[in-house]
């Protein structure tokens, strides 16, 4: 058997080489005419090794540096280095998205005579990239999603609308309460009286520290909501210093009915309930004697 060294000048045994790279490789002089090409390469682009010799490079491979400035051999002569990156090929069957490598190609003096250009088909490469990014998209939106739901669960929490009493609807706060939480804790009281259909209501600030202006409109949009609905609203447990920044702020509470502790409200409310209770049969016979004339 030959030693290796016999084949170094066999033209036939360099293409074997050539060929035994499974990316693909092609040679170009400095007019980008095609050298030397393997199938791996020409199988790119549909064609055999045979079909591309002696043809421009830039008229075999359709990518959109080709034929310009930023054409990679033009690059890495003109550096007189390595010149590497990723691009996208265009075929008959569609695209590739192929990553490359140019460097200048020299003599045996050191002149540069062409160049030599390697590049692999990375398209399964970037479409699991893109399927992974994407699923780390909607993983995060999912995050967010869930994240979103569990704060609307704990701001669910910590303004809870309680039936004290039939017909008596409770709505304590406690802490901060920003605009936010003042428009949630609005909602989520009108719906319960849609659903109770309660004639009362009772707010309670006790556990708020302090109250700005928008917080202030929010609870007298609350109490004029409420009363909207068919439901009359009780404001308890304002304390002084928050007594104080509505005096400051301006803010008039002068139609909403106000008692110091939410006991007092509650008692407030049951006795208006039996009073209501009491004159129910007389406005029922008024009401059906007048039906009658």
Same mark, same amino acid.
């Given at each position: 058997? !030959? ?5 170094q000048?066999?033209?036939g ?10 990316s693909?490789i ?9 050298l030397i090409? !393997?199938?791996?390469a020409?199988e790119?682009?549909?064609l055999t ?8 490079c830039?008229?075999i491979?359709?990518?959109a540096?080709?034929?310009t400035d ?8 003109k550096n007189n280095r390595? !010149?590497q990156g990723q ?6 069957k569609?695209e590739?998205?192929?990553?490359y ?5 020299r ?18 490469r970037v479409?699991q990239?893109e ?5 780390q998209?909607?993983?995060?939106q ?6 979103h ?5 704990i701001l669910?929490l910590?303004?809870?609308v ?17 605009s936010h939480?003042a ?22 600030i006790?556990?708020v520290?302090?109250?700005d202006?928008?917080v202030? !409109? ?5 109490v ?10 009780v404001?308890t447990?304002?304390?002084t210093?928050i007594a104080l920044?509505?005096?400051h702020?301006?803010?008039?509470l002068?139609?909403?009915k106000v008692?110091?502790r ?5 008692h407030?409310?049951i ?13 029922e016979?008024?009401?059906r004697?007048?039906?009658k004339?």
């Amino acid at each position: 058997m !030959n030693e290796l060294k016999d084949y170094q000048s066999d033209e036939g045994f360099l293409f074997e080489i050539v060929n035994a790279v499974p990316s693909g490789i092609f040679v170009t002089d400095l007019e980008h005419n095609i050298l030397i090409i !393997n199938k791996a390469a020409a199988e790119m682009v549909g064609l055999t090794p045979g079909q591309c010799f002696d043809r421009k490079c830039f008229d075999i491979f359709n990518t959109a540096m080709c034929g310009t400035d930023q054409c990679t051999c033009k690059v890495a002569i003109k550096n007189n280095r390595v !010149n590497q990156g990723q691009t996208t090929l265009h075929i008959d069957k569609g695209e590739l998205a192929i990553e490359y490598a140019s460097r200048p190609l020299r003599n045996h003096e050191g002149k540069i005579i062409g160049c030599v250009e390697h590049f692999i088909d990375i398209s399964a490469r970037v479409a699991q990239e893109e399927l992974i990014l994407k699923q780390q998209e909607e993983l995060l939106q999912k995050r967010e999603e869930d994240i979103h739901h569990l704060q609307e669960e704990i701001l669910e929490l910590s303004t809870p609308v309680v039936e004290v009493w039939e017909g008596v609807l409770a709505l304590p706060l406690i802490g901060t309460l920003d605009s936010h939480r003042a428009r949630s804790a609005m909602e989520l009281l009108l719906d319960a009286i849609e659903r109770t259909r309660s004639p009362f209501v009772i707010i309670d600030i006790t556990g708020v520290p302090t109250v700005d202006t928008e917080v202030a !409109n929010h609870l007298l949009q609350t109490v004029d909501a409420v009363r909207l609905m068919g439901s009359e609203a009780v404001l308890t447990g304002v304390s002084t210093h928050i007594a104080l920044t509505m005096a400051h702020l301006g803010v008039e509470l002068g139609t909403i009915k106000v008692r110091s502790r939410m006991a007092d409200a509650l008692h407030l409310a049951i006795s208006e309930l039996h009073r209501r209770k009491a004159e129910a049969p007389l406005t029922e016979l008024i009401l059906r004697d007048a039906a009658k004339e």
